[in-house]
C-alpha cells in the first residue's frame, strides 16, 4: 500500500479511517443495507468514489462505481463483496500508517547523538 505523497493528506488519513468505518458501519452502509434502500446505497457509492479519490486511492472510484451500479440493479451480494474490499483497503491504510510512523520516543539513526550524518 503506497500512501500519497503529501504530507497533509497523510496526517488526515487517521480520521478518514475512523469516519469511513463509521459510514460502512451502522451510520451508512448497514442502514442502508438492513432497510434494502437503494437511494442509500447509490449515494454511499458516489461519495465513496468522491472521498477515496481525493485522498489518492483509485481503488475508491471503482468501488463507489460499483457500490453505485449495484443500486441501479438491486444487486445487494455484489454490494456486499465491495464494502468488505473497502474495508480491506482501510485495514491496509491503517497499517501503511503505522509501518510508515516511528514508535513513540524513537528517533531516526540519522539523528541519534553520535551516528554519522
Sequence with gaps: MRLPDDPIVVSLLPVFCDEWDKDLGER?????????????LHL???TVAGS???FGFAFGAEAGQALMASSRTGDWEAADRTV???RALLAAIRAALAEASPPPGSTPSAEKPGSDP
Design 28 to 40: 451508512g452502509w448497514e442502514r442502508a443495507r438492513a432497510g434494502l434502500d437503494l437511494r442509500a
Design 44 to 46: 454511499l457509492g458516489h
Design 52 to 54: 477515496f479519490t481525493q
Design 84 to 86: 468488505v474490499a473497502l
